[in-house]
């Protein structure tokens, strides 16, 4: 067997950068959000900068379950932590890192629009040809999986746990990871502590 995943690793330098990007955008189109809601846990990270970029907007998280691992998800997103502040009558900039099937991405909205949202636009720094939403912004267009920066050991044990259970060789995930850019000091490092994890 082998491992049918190809990788884009991103560094935090080129994530802040693509954030930079979708903040003009955002300003461009003159869209002045109140709210930006961080999709959790993934859309953390850019919400909290994103609010910093556009004048430090209030922020808010929703919690969606979804992923089960790399590349496996559950058949349907569920939302597990509601809205953490009232939306009515507010614009609310929905904020996540990618728009993989789209559809955690329209639970969200969804969710939001019942919390009476004036207007709610979608940001995602990328966004995949397959999802059933195409975010009001978004910076790039992918097929790979993305291993962003603040999920780069959960990704290692997925992805360990995914081996040991299709026996798949541990050295095609370091040379696949590395071939899509993650620092091979770093991945060494979340290898051996996950492989002492799981003894």
């Known amino acids: 067997m082998s491992l049918n995943i190809e990788f884009e690793v991103p560094s935090w330098d080129e994530i802040y950068d693509m954030l930079l990007t979708l903040a003009d955008m955002i300003r461009r189109d ?20 994103m609010s910093d970029l556009l004048g ?6 929703v919690r969606v379950e979804f992923y089960r691992g790399v590349a496996e998800t559950g058949s349907e997103p569920i939302i597990t932590q509601p809205l953490s502040m009232p939306a009515k009558d507010k614009m609310v900039l929905i904020m996540d890192d990618v728009a993989d099937t789209g559809k955690s991405l329209k639970v969200v909205r969804d969710h939001i629009m019942d919390n009476n949202a004036r207007l ?39 992805l360990v746990e995914k081996c040991r259970r299709s026996g798949i060789p541990i050295d095609e995930v370091r040379r696949k990871l590395i071939e899509g850019g993650m620092d091979q000091r770093l991945l060494n490092r979340f290898l051996n502590e996950v492989m002492e994890e799981i003894k």
């Open 120 to 158: 709610i636009k979608i940001a995602t720094i990328y966004y995949k040809p397959w999802s059933m939403i195409i975010p009001d912004y978004y910076v790039r267009v992918t097929k790979r999986w993305i291993v962003f920066p603040w999920e780069r050991k959960e990704t290692v044990r997925n």
């Open 56 to 61: 430090n907007v209030e922020l808010a998280n």
């Open 30 to 49: 003159e869209f002045r959000p109140d709210i930006i809601v961080g999709v959790s846990r993934g859309g953390w990270p850019p919400a909290r900068v």
